[in-house]
């Protein structure tokens, strides 16, 4: 099984909006709805931001959203502030009830 | 709020056996299935491999020959063992909570341990 595939790097500014693509295939991203997303601070354990798509765990601020169109998922993170600042992984459940990771994304605040 | 803490060496020789423990807190293993992630220094999250609360495994394919994880509910821990470890196996080692049925997630992590493959 394939990484899912996710840029290396995005920046924005405080205030704006991003999003961070995550594309799949068929056995997973593609054909799941279940896609999760994960903020990781340096040194730092991963945490929780999305889970199926689009729902968003207790605790987690509404700037921060998912969906899906065809193979890839997004995450949007909106009104940017300097603590979004950490590296970003999608996350799969696939066909053939494996796990798979996208290769992260650094997010930068500029 | 369930609470992982992993356990085990930090460093071990090239062929031999990597075994962690994951101790869980604040919660019941017996609803939920269990789960071992890993971060190679400066690189990406890589599955390993889950058990679910029935003792049945799911091993990522690349690592499948060499892993084993197992649970006893009665210590509140689940276990890692990577066998004939290389350099490549030096990494980060995360235990989390895999929660499954309509939902997939890894909702609960632990702090993570390094563990450095080295003569």
């Known amino acids: 099984q394939s990484a899912l595939t996710q840029p290396a790097s995005v920046s924005g500014s405080p205030g704006q909006s991003i999003t961070i693509s995550c594309t799949g295939t068929?056995?997973?991203?593609?054909?799941?709805?279940?896609v999760s997303w994960y903020q990781q601070h340096p040194g730092k354990a991963p945490k929780l931001m999305i889970y199926?798509?689009?729902y968003r765990p207790s605790g987690v601020s509404s700037r921060f959203s998912g969906s899906k169109s065809g193979y890839t998922a997004s995450l949007t993170i909106s009104g940017l502030q300097a603590e979004d600042e950490a590296d970003y992984y999608c996350s799969s459940y696939t066909s053939g009830r494996f796990v798979v990771f996208g290769g992260g994304t650094k997010l930068t605040v500029l | 709020q369930v609470q992982l803490q992993e356990s085990g060496p930090g460093l071990v020789k090239p062929s031999e056996t990597l075994s962690l423990t994951c101790s869980v807190s604040g919660g019941s293993m017996s609803s939920n299935s269990w789960s071992w992630i890993r971060q190679p220094p400066g690189k990406g999250l890589e599955w390993i491999g889950y058990?679910?609360?029935?003792?049945?495994?799911n091993y990522n394919p690349s690592l499948e020959s060499r892993v084993t994880i197992l649970v006893d509910t009665s210590k509140n821990q689940f276990s890692l063992k990577l066998n004939f470890v290389t350099a490549a196996d030096t990494a980060v080692y995360y235990c989390?909570?895999?929660?499954?049925?309509?939902?997939?997630?890894?909702?609960?992590w632990g702090r993570g341990t390094l563990v450095t493959v080295s003569s």
């Open positions: 068929s056995s997973d991203a593609g054909g799941s709805n279940y």
């Open positions: 989390a909570r895999l929660r499954l049925g309509g939902t997939v997630q890894f909702d609960s």
């Open positions: 058990i679910y609360n029935s003792g049945n495994t």
């Open positions: 199926d798509v689009s």
